[in-house]
């Protein structure tokens, strides 16, 4: 009985659900992850670790054959090809590694800062679960923590963002109440700053929110907890790969339209339920940060409206912010009914009981919905090594919109990649070369001379991403085809 009620302490609950639930998230996504379709972001990560384990101290842009930086040379990465180049691992097994180290940054991160602003683990066991599962319709897309997003995106870096996040309020929290710990606000900041610029700056909003208006704290210490964040920003320019501030104010000279419309009513909406129900639990004093980021972020969000591309991102913090305010709601509405700490760990353990049943049948869900590209008996990545294989790394090639990314992931060089990248500045001259290359309905000659003009003599395609007439015209006048499943090589 002893081991039992130990077993389902707040705390012992918390690990249990968050072991299983971002482990499995963890073991998913790097099983999946060699067989990843095109238009996933791993291949820019694999890409990444590949180039810095080649080129260790002073690596080459991971997709072009140039000396440009790349805004994926972050202290993760770096990190992690490092120590895993010097065990002579490879980057998939590097990625999957990672993958680990995320889930469990973000589950402690998570759980201390549930600890420092709602007093008690209870929060964490309901903030995490609405996280993974809290929606009407369970988004797909980098930066959220939904389930599904995990089980490709658990290595990310927006991912072990988040949970760095999560450590940032809690420390600022803890620094307000404990000033001895606020040294510990610059090292964390800098590599925040080093990690995922975007993430980083939704980090800082919430924690000078926090800094400003937490209730407790008096102005000295206030003044220093800024300035050790201030501090630590300063510490980020040492970065020896780029400089994270200006990368983050350089804008990239490409256009990018993927991912889901988050300006659409239907879009809005699936988002904010449940979650918009938490602006009721936003109430208290010591909410009132959370209610000067939640501002800041609708503010920044409402930019995209004028046309600023990266504005829809700040969404995610909205959402965030709000489902913290429903977790205080629904702590609320526990303390009203009188909830004694028995009935608590049984609704817990029958709780996590159903969140592993819902976990089982997303990971089957998600699994049969990409069943096609696991069971292929080869891969996009296998197909674009074997076809570029023979070919010089450093001398570029040109593949078609998105057959870039398991292409540069080999470790083969381009002419330019579709989505943005803000460390190569004539990136939209770049793409507007490639697909002047690809262009439909001109002719054979035309194309030759572009890419005389260019310096290409290879072109990369993947057939599901080109009309058929376009395919059949390259295979009737290239020199030489070669194809392997649904990639293919022409030689001009």
Same mark, same amino acid.
């Given at each position: 009985?002893?081991?039992?009620?130990?077993?389902?302490?707040?705390? =012992?609950?918390?690990?249990?659900?968050?072991?299983?639930?971002?482990? +499995?998230?963890?073991?998913?996504? =790097?099983?999946?992850?060699?067989?990843?379709?095109?238009?996933?972001?791993?291949?820019?990560?694999?890409?990444?670790?590949?180039?810095?384990?080649?080129?260790?101290?002073?690596?080459?842009?991971?997709?072009?054959?140039?000396?440009?930086?790349?805004?994926?040379?972050?202290?993760?990465?770096?990190?992690? =090809?490092?120590?895993?180049?010097?065990?002579?691992?490879?980057?998939?097994?590097?990625?999957?590694?990672?993958?680990?180290?995320?889930?469990?940054?973000?589950?402690?991160?998570?759980?201390? /800062?549930?600890?420092?602003?709602?007093?008690?683990?209870?929060?964490?066991?309901?903030?995490?679960?609405?996280?993974?599962?809290?929606?009407?319709?369970?988004?797909?897309?980098?930066?959220?923590?939904? /389930?599904?997003?995990?089980?490709?995106?658990?290595?990310?870096?927006?991912?072990?963002?988040?949970?760095?996040?999560?450590?940032?309020?809690?420390?600022?929290?803890?620094?307000?109440?404990?000033?001895?710990? +606020?040294?510990?606000?610059?090292?964390?900041?800098?590599?925040?700053?080093?990690?995922?610029?975007?993430?980083?700056?939704?980090?800082?909003?919430?924690?000078?929110?926090?800094?400003?208006?937490?209730?407790?704290?008096?102005?000295?210490?206030?003044?220093?907890?800024?300035?050790?964040?201030?501090?630590?920003?300063?510490?980020?320019?040492?970065?020896?790969?780029?400089?994270?501030?200006?990368?983050?104010?350089?804008?990239?000279?490409?256009?990018?339209?993927?991912?889901?419309?988050?300006?659409?009513?239907?879009?809005?909406?699936?988002?904010?339920?449940?979650?918009?129900?938490?602006?009721?639990?936003?109430?208290?004093?010591?909410?009132?940060?959370?209610?000067?980021?939640?501002?800041?972020?609708?503010?920044?969000?409402?930019?995209?409206?004028?046309?600023?591309?990266?504005?829809?991102?700040?969404?995610?913090?909205?959402?965030?912010?709000?489902?913290?305010?429903?977790?205080?709601?629904?702590?609320?509405?526990?303390?009203?009914?009188?909830?004694?700490?028995?009935?608590?760990?049984?609704?817990?353990?029958?709780?996590?009981?159903?969140?592993?049943?819902?976990?089982?049948?997303?990971?089957?869900? /998600?699994?049969?919905?990409?069943?096609?590209?696991?069971?292929?008996?080869?891969?996009?990545?296998?197909?674009? /090594?074997?076809?570029?294989?023979?070919?010089?790394?450093?001398?570029?090639?040109?593949?078609?919109?998105?057959?870039?990314?398991?292409?540069?992931?080999?470790?083969?060089?381009?002419?330019?990649?579709?989505?943005?990248?803000?460390?190569?500045?004539?990136?939209?001259?770049?793409?507007?070369?490639?697909?002047?290359?690809?262009?439909?309905?001109?002719?054979?000659?035309?194309?030759?001379?572009?890419?005389?003009?260019?310096?290409?003599?290879?072109?990369?395609?993947?057939?599901?991403?080109?009309?058929?007439?376009?395919?059949?015209?390259?295979?009737?006048?290239?020199?030489?085809?070669?194809?392997?499943?649904?990639?293919?090589?022409?030689?001009?």
């Amino acid at each position: 009985m002893t081991r039992l009620r130990s077993l389902t302490t707040p705390v =012992a609950l918390y690990w249990l659900i968050a072991g299983a639930l971002l482990g +499995t998230a963890a073991v998913v996504a =790097a099983l999946n992850a060699p067989h990843d379709a095109p238009n996933q972001d791993i291949w820019q990560h694999i890409a990444t670790l590949r180039a810095l384990i080649d080129g260790r101290g002073s690596p080459s842009n991971p997709f072009l054959a140039t000396e440009d930086t790349s805004r994926h040379f972050s202290a993760l990465w770096v990190a992690a =090809a490092w120590l895993g180049g010097s065990l002579g691992l490879n980057p998939f097994t590097i990625f999957a590694a990672a993958g680990g180290v995320s889930m469990l940054v973000l589950a402690a991160g998570l759980y201390a /800062f549930c600890v420092a602003y709602f007093r008690t683990a209870w929060g964490a066991i309901l903030l995490l679960p609405l996280i993974l599962f809290g929606w009407v319709i369970e988004v797909e897309h980098t930066g959220y923590l939904s /389930f599904r997003t995990l089980l490709f995106a658990a290595a990310y870096p927006a991912t072990i963002m988040a949970g760095m996040c999560f450590a940032l309020w809690a420390l600022v929290i803890q620094v307000l109440r404990q000033p001895g710990l +606020t040294v510990a606000l610059v090292p964390l900041v800098a590599l925040m700053l080093a990690t995922h610029q975007l993430g980083a700056l939704i980090g800082l909003v919430v924690a000078g929110s926090l800094i400003l208006l937490w209730p407790e704290g008096v102005f000295r210490t206030r003044l220093a907890a800024s300035f050790a964040c201030v501090v630590g920003i300063a510490l980020s320019l040492l970065w020896p790969f780029y400089n994270p501030i200006g990368m983050m104010l350089r804008g990239s000279s490409s256009s990018w339209d993927g991912g889901p419309d988050f300006y659409r009513i239907d879009v809005i909406a699936a988002l904010l339920l449940p979650a918009g129900l938490g602006f009721l639990g936003l109430r208290d004093r010591k909410a009132r940060p959370f209610l000067l980021a939640l501002g800041l972020f609708t503010g920044l969000y409402a930019l995209g409206f004028l046309g600023l591309q990266v504005a829809s991102r700040f969404f995610v913090p909205v959402t965030l912010i709000l489902q913290i305010g429903l977790v205080s709601l629904l702590l609320e509405l526990g303390k009203a009914l009188h909830i004694g700490d028995a009935l608590k760990r049984l609704t817990a353990v029958v709780f996590a009981l159903a969140l592993f049943g819902i976990a089982a049948h997303t990971v089957s869900a /998600f699994q049969a919905a990409h069943i096609e590209r696991r069971t292929s008996p080869v891969s996009p990545y296998a197909a674009a /090594f074997a076809l570029t294989q023979d070919l010089p790394n450093d001398v570029p090639i040109a593949a078609h919109g998105l057959s870039v990314w398991p292409v540069v992931a080999t470790g083969q060089r381009v002419i330019s990649i579709p989505w943005p990248e803000p460390g190569i500045p004539d990136l939209a001259e770049r793409q507007s070369v490639t697909a002047g290359l690809f262009e439909a309905g001109v002719s054979w000659q035309t194309r030759l001379e572009r890419a005389s003009a260019a310096g290409v003599t290879t072109l990369i395609i993947d057939d599901r991403l080109i009309a058929a007439e376009s395919l059949a015209e390259f295979i009737r006048n290239a020199s030489s085809a070669q194809n392997i499943a649904t990639y293919w090589r022409f030689d001009l």
